[in-house]
């Protein structure tokens, strides 16, 4: 395994990911964390990331010192590479010579990490974002790359194993970025890059058995990949010990409420409590308008009936969560003040504390696409781990105005089309996230020969990567007209159809 000590870089996640798919564990720490714990870890290399800072600065972060007194070999990026070079006893300028973006560096020497991709006097491509710059190396480093804003572009202690990159290799643009980590990992640090699903997932029913022992768990199931992985991972550990609340506000897709049940309950027979509460839901929002408001209500209302519920099967000693690895990473914050809340989004997991239960998060060393993964592993049907991410509240947030169990029902028979046509077309994987949004706006349309005063139907397909920024899906324009057509045509209560293309930012992915 290897540590990754973070000084707040926008891409340091990405730096685990490029490990992770090459097969090698790593997690990311903090550039905080204290001796003892890294040695507890026992990593076989360390990899400091790059940041926002200036090592020229008083104050700027450094590595603990120890990671250069452990023996193990350390591979800095950008502000890792100067903290490593000006903790050694190199020196770093701020530079004149800035560069962001796509550069070339000539290649002047070999190392260990370039080793099979990088000859001698060849010129490659990378990617450099950054401001200052190391002017003297420590002793016992040689240059490898140099580009012409960074006479040490690469450098390397063959002795020590200790290498420096001012690049960044775990962005996609630097092309052999992904080959020089591996490289570090596999050909200096001895990993074998055989960290599978299959391992994890021995790892981690191991685990579950340890931490739970004979208690009793419950586990609120939403319908989504990560609580549906958890709960067939969980039930795999402890069989009957586990119980899935599965709260049903009513606003689920068409269909989706049966599927969970009958997934959960009959093909992995685990026990499941079903509540059908979409009448308490719709009563409560009845009137409700805001946005936020309409959140409030489900989230307060989803807790509610959850304690009930799991008061009725009388408690437990756990409460399992489908918390992810980019949930827990303890962030370190370019700018250190808090964000602004865009929308106070519901999880299941925000359980009040008086619950009293400890956590179970068996994902919690997990990426998303990991999580997908896993759940092939354990047997669990495409339907559900490929399936678009959903909002907990459900089609409340896609019912701008009004949330009644009318236009619900409209709209999910809009959106049944759209994903219809959608997986018809073979786009579905391609796509993030598609949906219908029903507006509160009427509009006139003739059909036959008589008038028509219906709702307006927008469509909703994005790309993304993480739900943080997302683009317009670009359907060509026979597929947007068809199913335009066939929506107008087959559900009453609207007449026309527009399509949303507004990237985020500046819009968000949701209406609401
Ligand atoms: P926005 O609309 O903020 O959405 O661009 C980003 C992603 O988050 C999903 N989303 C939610 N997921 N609870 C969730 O679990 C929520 O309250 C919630 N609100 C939005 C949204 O579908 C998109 O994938």
Redesign the pocket.
Known sequence: RILILDFGSQVTQLIARRLREAGVYCEIWPFTADEARIRDFNPRGIILSGGPASVTEGESPRAPQAVFEMGLPVMGICYGQQAMAHQLGGQVESGHHREFGRAFIEVTAECAITQGLWAKGSREQVWMSHGDRITRLPEGFRVVAASEGAPFALIADDRRHFYGTMFHPEVVHTPHGAALLKNFTNLVCGCHGDWTMGAFRAEAIARIRAQVGEGRVICGLSG?VDSSVAAVLLHEAIGDQLTCIYVDHGLMRAGESEQVVSTFRDRFNIKLVHRDASDLFLAQLAGVTDPEGK?KIIGRLFIEVFEEEQQKIGGADFLAQGTLYPDVIESVSATGGPSVT??????VGGLPAHMRMKLVEPLRELFKDEVRALGRELGMPEAIIGRH?????GLA?RIPGEVTRERADILRQADTIFLEEIRLAGLYDAI??AFTVLLPVKSVGVMGDGRTYESVCALRAVTSTD?MT?DVYPFDMGFLTRVASRIVNEVRGINRVTYDITS?PPG???WE
Do not use: C, D, L
């Open positions: 989504g959140r865009i929308k106070s989004h519901h999880n991410p959903f909002p907990g509240p947030i993030w996230q739900g997302a985020k968000t992915i949701e």
